[in-house]
């Protein structure tokens, strides 16, 4: 792998994290008491570690073939409808 590919896997890795933790958080307050948070947590963790890269990058970074470090997923302006409706997918499947 070459440096530039390693920096862009980290970036987009970063902002996985990133969407994890704030789904993490939303989800989880959201939740009945009934539900086992911690496999809830995991199913997400796995769902969005799964999901495309490609959902990670903005459609301005697309256009001008740049990832820009630094920027937070909410700067991004995501189209994020497609990643809770693959993460919704994903954490239904028993």
């Keep these: 792998m070459q ?3 390693f920096e862009i896997i980290s970036i987009i890795a970063s902002r996985k994290a990133e969407f ?3 789904s993490k958080k ?3 307050a ?3 008491s009934s539900v086992d948070r911690r496999e809830a ?3 997400l963790r796995r769902a969005i570690a799964e999901l495309d890269n490609a959902l ?3 459609e301005e970074e697309k256009a001008s073939n740049i990832i820009k470090a630094g ?3 909410k700067q991004l302006k995501l189209d994020t409808q497609p990643i809770l409706n693959l993460i919704a997918q994903a954490m239904s499947k028993t």
């Design 56 to 58: 990670f990058i903005s």
């Design 30 to 32: 959201s939740l009945p």
């Design 3 to 5: 440096q530039k590919e």
């Design 71 to 73: 920027l937070s997923v």
């Design 26 to 28: 939303g989800l989880l």
């Design 20 to 22: 994890y933790i704030n």
């Design 41 to 43: 947590a995991l199913r």
